[in-house]
């Protein structure tokens, strides 16, 4: 079972709130995370943070997995991120409404791509 619930929905004066189960940290060969995620953007600006607390069934134990959403340009968003135990980073290019290509460095020296498209 994986998903995400939103607990409390992002406004100008408190952070969104999301709980949910996932697979677990880039890496581990099995297990699901457990997380609870508070995010909010900052005022006007592009800079999005996030923090988490997370159950790792691979780990044992809890993490605090933290990031942030900084918009570059209209289609251009960086999103350096540290998993409890590493760090990672995605760029997204959003080529059309429904259509997105990620660069993504996993463990900031593993490059991947990803071709994401809403219908």
Known sequence: MRGNWFLQTETDTRPGLIAGISSDRIGTPRGKMIFVT???QIGA???????SLAYSEFD???????GASIGLSSTLTL???YDGHRAHTTLSWQVRPDTSVTLIAAFN????????RNF
């Open 79 to 81: 999103l350096p991120m």
């Open 109 to 116: 020296r593993r490059f991947g791509l990803s071709i994401g």
């Open 38 to 40: 508070a995010s909010k």
């Open 45 to 51: 600006s592009a800079f999005a943070p996030y923090v």
């Open 60 to 66: 044992r134990g809890v993490n605090v997995p933290f």
